[in-house]
């Protein structure tokens, strides 16, 4: 916070923090107004825009947050007619912050525009005022991949002129980086969200899938994973109060098309969005969040005017619903607890879904003039409207039980650095001590053949447990659950979860063996070893004669005798961070 407030002092002055003076008649006016539509404002004239706003009007302020990997600072911009001098993020309970990010994909730059024309049309009073509500946006997530402008990336979009590249400055893909984050920009973004703590969130996209009438689709986080009421209200109340509000606009809206490659007639599925991507993170701080996904083939000046509308009705919409969202949220909060069952893996429940009427274009199979193949052609003379399947619900695939406390030992220096910034409380270890705790072994898992995103990511994780006594060291941390980040802590450090540390391949040291054995040497003490340990020797006598494999590997004999014996290192597979009490 107080970085917030240091740039405070920069941006606004203390004898204009309450009213919104306009202290300058100058048009303000962006580049996509001058091109009537056809392009977007390179990442210098958005800031050059927003810096300008923030002289000119004293609800709006530009902040300079940490630094991305480009080494320009993470921005960000509010309107708050009601702004305090101290701070404009604390004792605010009668309002909600509205929080926006664009640019997380710089060629998908219909929100960058959007929001600039949002911003300035709130602070000169265009759009009502909210009561309740405070607008905060991220004018550009990803600075690097801005600066990087071309007009050829997105093959499938139609405009602007030119546009950013997808990935950031080192070429990471931002959006699959929340958990991992292994870029200054998501560390960047975990501490901007965990000072702002928004009460919702939108993310803005542009679509890259099927033909369809719409411009705009949206993907709300799944309401099964956001859970209880709040996630009910997000399903029954906060999207259909949307879709409505935006009909009456004269927009239409579906939720976001999940196919590939084919048309959505037979039904398709809501996505699944684990806390790699953002909407996913925001849920573990039980956050309502949404995408807008507009339609790539849709010309730009829609595409940008139907994000603006989409940004103005949800406004409206938590303004309204401002009481009810503190009340869901608080609620939700309470619900995640010790000794609670919380899934860490999900999965389509097919046994329900929803109907809608949904706007497409007739497509068809044809003879490919490159490659001879069938390839999908749609035919935007034959509109339709169709009732189709949307399998918008999901049930626990895994589960674990929520401890009372994780123990991470102090040399996994990587995952403690992530805690703190993401604003974790946590508390060292003051002396040697045992503790009785869970202890997890990684039995099995899978791993992705090829690269992802700096990563060959496992997944299917097993784990088997057991009770021990444990040496807690000096220094050491105690994580205990018993806090707003505890679905970030679980998600996190339970091996199992889908985008756990673990499967993003922080703990690979401890699926490698660190010490060995010469066989020549270890056939004299293995023979020694069983001799003096019977129970061992019969085990291993019945696994020759039940396992012709393992009669036949000599290496894997010894191998077995070694992994029973004190000699094998108990590190190996062994996952190092500990679950206490729950």
């Not at 009601?82 to 929080?99: G, P, Y």
């Not at 996209?205 to 949206?218: E, I, K, P, R």
């Not at 939700?332 to 109907?355: E, F």
């Not at 659950?481 to 756990?500: K, N």
Request: charged share 25%.
């Amino acid at each position: 916070m107080r970085q917030i407030l240091y740039t405070c002092l920069i941006i606004i002055t203390l004898a204009s923090c309450s009213p919104n003076k306009h202290k300058d008649s100058k048009p303000l006016t962006t580049t996509f107004e001058n091109t009537k539509g056809t392009e977007t404002a390179t990442y210098k004239k958005v800031i050059d825009f927003y810096e300008t706003l923030a002289k000119n009007y004293t609800s709006i302020a530009l902040y300079k947050m940490q630094q991305t990997d480009i080494g320009e600072p993470l921005r960000l911009i509010t309107f708050n007619p009601n702004r305090s001098f101290e701070s404009e993020f604390s004792n605010r309970e009668d309002k909600l912050v509205l929080l926006i990010n664009n640019g997380i994909h710089p060629g998908e730059s219909d929100g960058i525009d959007a929001t600039m024309l949002l911003m300035r049309d709130l602070a000169e009073g265009k759009i009502k005022t909210p009561k309740h509500v405070i607008v905060a946006a991220i004018p550009v997530y990803n600075i690097g991949g801005a600066l990087n402008r071309n007009s050829t990336s997105r093959t499938n979009q139609n405009g602007p002129k030119e546009y950013g590249f997808r990935g950031n400055a080192r070429n990471y893909d931002l959006n699959r980086d929340f958990i991992k984050a292994d870029t200054k920009n998501a560390r960047a973004f975990a501490n901007l969200f965990r000072t702002v703590k928004p009460d919702v969130f939108i993310d803005n996209h542009v679509s890259n899938g099927a033909d369809y009438q719409y411009t705009l689709t949206h993907l709300f986080t799944q309401h099964n994973k956001l859970g209880g009421e709040l996630g009910k209200y997000v399903q029954s109340s906060l999207m259909p109060q949307l879709e409505d509000s935006l009909q009456q606009k004269k927009w239409d809206i579906t939720p976001y098309v999940n196919v590939f490659n084919r048309t959505p007639e037979s039904g398709f599925s809501q996505f699944k969005d684990s806390p790699r991507y953002s909407t996913g993170y925001t849920t573990l701080f039980n956050t309502l969040g949404m995408m807008v996904e507009t339609h790539m083939l849709k010309p730009y000046k829609d595409r940008v005017e139907g994000t603006y509308e989409l940004m103005k009705s949800m406004i409206n919409i938590a303004d309204k619903d401002a009481e009810l969202i503190h009340q869901l949220r608080n609620s939700n909060r309470l619900t995640y607890k010790a000794g609670v069952t919380y899934p860490v893996q999900w999965q389509i429940d097919s046994s329900q879904s929803s109907t809608i009427q949904f706007k497409g274009y007739e497509g068809e199979m044809i003879d490919s003039k490159i490659t001879g193949a069938k390839r999908l052609k749609y035919n935007r003379d034959k509109p339709f409207t169709k009732e189709i399947t949307y399998y918008d619900y999901f049930k626990p695939k895994k589960s674990v039980t929520i401890p009372e406390s994780y123990i991470i030992p102090k040399g996994y220096w990587n995952v403690i650095n992530l805690l703190k910034q993401n604003k974790i409380k946590l508390e060292k270890v003051q002396k040697d001590t045992v503790m009785t705790a869970e202890v997890y072994k990684i039995e099995n898992f899978e791993t992705v053949k090829s690269p992802y995103e700096g990563h060959y990511l496992h997944y299917n994780t097993e784990v088997s447990t057991k009770t021990e006594n444990v040496k807690v060291k000096k220094g050491d941390y105690i994580a205990k659950t018993d806090q707003e980040g505890v679905r970030y802590l679980v998600e996190t450090l339970e091996p199992t979860a889908t985008d756990s540390f673990f499967n993003w391949n922080f703990f690979d040291t401890i699926l490698q063996q660190k010490e060995g054995f010469s066989p020549y040497v270890w056939e004299d003490k293995a023979e020694a070893f069983l001799n003096n340990n019977p129970e061992i020797k019969k085990a291993f006598e019945e696994k020759k004669e039940n396992d012709p494999d393992f009669a036949k590997n000599w290496y894997a004999q010894l191998d077995w005798i070694h992994k029973q014996s004190p000699n094998y290192e108990k590190s190996h597979l062994r996952y190092p961070i500990i679950r206490v009490g729950g």
